[in-house]
């Protein structure tokens, strides 16, 4: 079957209503979880024109606190798979969700590539997960790395935004799932003006290593624990 072919509808006014709907309802989930958000930084999101935002992603649960701090000029990357669950997949499409097929590079690289060009005359930001899958070990996993080409080839800020662990309260193996306090932190843009192809490998690193560094801090973590780099 054809893959879905990009489709940027932020801009538009249908987009903008579902983006709004999705974001009242899903901030009200936090209240039955028993969730707070402690957020930082929200300031680093201010910059003028498109930005490529990356962020850890550990459950389902970050969609609650992707709505806390969703800037409305944003919109998603996601696996196609989501795209066929019903009215879930309808909603989030209609939300503006770009939807890649993660098993065929050559596929996710077109898209990729008309997204960075698309993301600059509509003047939208993109979010990404760069683990690529959901992790919630506590750890990252190692960063794919077509947020940071998309990054150089729109010639936009990458904003990193790393979320605590969950792992202290939510544990799905273990049957462990209570309230607890999820801490945001949105870093300051890491510039990619004047970067090429050849810096892809350097820029994702670096943000690699600020992110572990923030998620370790965030969860009360020694980074000396698990260091592998
Ligand atoms: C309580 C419940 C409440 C519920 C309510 C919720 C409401 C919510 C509503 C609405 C929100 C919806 C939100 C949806 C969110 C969904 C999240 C997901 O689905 S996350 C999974 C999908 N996302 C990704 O996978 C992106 C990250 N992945 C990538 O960027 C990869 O790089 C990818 C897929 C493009 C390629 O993956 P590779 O596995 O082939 O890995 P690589 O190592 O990165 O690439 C292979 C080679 O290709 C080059 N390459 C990659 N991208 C390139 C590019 N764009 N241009 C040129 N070269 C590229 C690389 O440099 C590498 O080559 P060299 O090893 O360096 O030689
Ligand atoms: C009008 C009523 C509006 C109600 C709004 C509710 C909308 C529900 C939308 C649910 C969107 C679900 C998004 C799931 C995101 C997710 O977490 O997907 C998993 C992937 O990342 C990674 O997959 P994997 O590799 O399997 O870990």
Redesign the pocket.
Known sequence: MADPVTFLPCCSLTALFFCRI?KTV?KT?KYF?GLRFEVKGLENFKVEGPAIIVSN?QS?????G??EVLPDDCV????KE?MYTGS?GL??YL?G?IF?N?KS?TS??MV??EV?KTMTTENVKV????????NCTGDLLP?????F??AV?AQVPVIPVVYSSFTTFYNPKKNLFTSGKIKVEVLPPIETKGLT?DD??DLTDRCFRTMRETLFRLSGRPSEAKDSS
Do not use: C, N
Not at 76 to 79: E, N, R, S, T
Not at 127 to 134: K, L
Not at 143 to 147: T, W
């Open positions: 999705i899903v989930f979880f992603h389902i649960l970050d969609m609650m992707l709505m998603q990357v996601g696996k989501l879930v909603i989030i939300g969700v890649i993660r590079t996710a690289k990729m590539a960075a979010w990404v997960y760069p683990e690529g899958t959901r960063f794919k790395k077509g947020a080409h998309l080839q192809s892809v490998s």
